[in-house]
């Protein structure tokens, strides 16, 4: 009888509070109430220095560096 069994990769270390989808091969990422962006391969391309973070589109992304009366403001 042959037997195999299935290796679980870690792509992403479980070192973030949030993880959103991919998009343009980055993904936001939240740690400690700051967000980012992390590559494929988990590599930081851009600092957690964000209240907020959203998708790449065209190469382009929407942070928030700053909360203004409950909005955020980039």
């Not at 037997?3 to 936001?28: G, L, M, N």
């Not at 967000?35 to 988990?42: A, L, N």
């Amino acid at each position: 009888m042959d037997t195999s069994t299935k290796k679980t990769q870690v792509i992403i270390p479980i070192i973030y509070d949030d993880i959103r989808p991919f998009s343009e091969s980055k993904a936001a990422v939240r740690k400690d109430e700051l967000w980012g962006y992390i590559d494929s391969s988990g590599k930081t391309v851009v600092p957690l220095n964000y209240l907020n973070a959203g998708s790449f589109h065209n190469g382009l992304a929407v942070v928030a560096k700053e909360k203004d009366n409950n909005n955020f403001s980039s």
